[in-house]
């Protein structure tokens, strides 16, 4: 059986067949599930069945016949990247804080104990126009900067063209100049001083450091 169609589905549609009893489909008074179906789906289209018998129809007849080999390649249908576009949320870590100071409630997973510290630590902490501010002792008001800000303050601060490369200690204070916070800005500063090249260059030799004549 061949189908020639236009490219509008409100054209008319001719069905070649060599089924004679097709004919008769459309005007079957009692038809069952199947045969129903396939009526819904074919009366949007103007089909015209046209009777044509197999040793007519060569080539719809012998693509009829074609096998299927088993031994086919399978339709590759993984996507190697398929993660591209996969987003990641990461929560802040003032993020518990901000949730108490604008909305007055805390997680559900937290303790009596961890909601009390909650409640303690926000007293330093303000929200200003959607950013989260940390008063520290010197009362100097500083900007609250996520994890992943980190390393790139870090660097400006350190090689910087009036920054330098100079000790973790003092790169945390600079850092603290700069008007940014986050607790641990001195493991931070160390770690980052440890990884820069120049640095390990220019320091001190230690004992260690000294190999045996």
Known sequence: MSIIYNDFPWAECFCITNHFSIHFLMNKPITNGRITHWLLLLQEFDITIVDKPRKDNVVADLLSRLTVDDGCIPIEDSFPDEYLFVIYIY??????ITNYLVAGKFPRYLS???KRQII?????????????????PDFQIRCCVREDEVFDILKACHEKHCGGHFTDKRKGYEVLSTGYYWPTIFQYAKKFVKGCNSCQN????QQSDKMSL
């Not at 902490?125 to 959607?130: A, K």
């Not at 220019?202 to 030799?205: A, E, F, H, P």
């Open 91 to 96: 929560s802040p870590w003032y993020a518990d």
């Open 202 to 205: 220019m320091g001190q030799s």
């Open 112 to 114: 009596s104990k961890e």
């Open 120 to 136: 303690q630590q926000s007293a330093t902490y303000t929200w200003i126009d959607g950013n989260c501010y940390h008063t520290g």
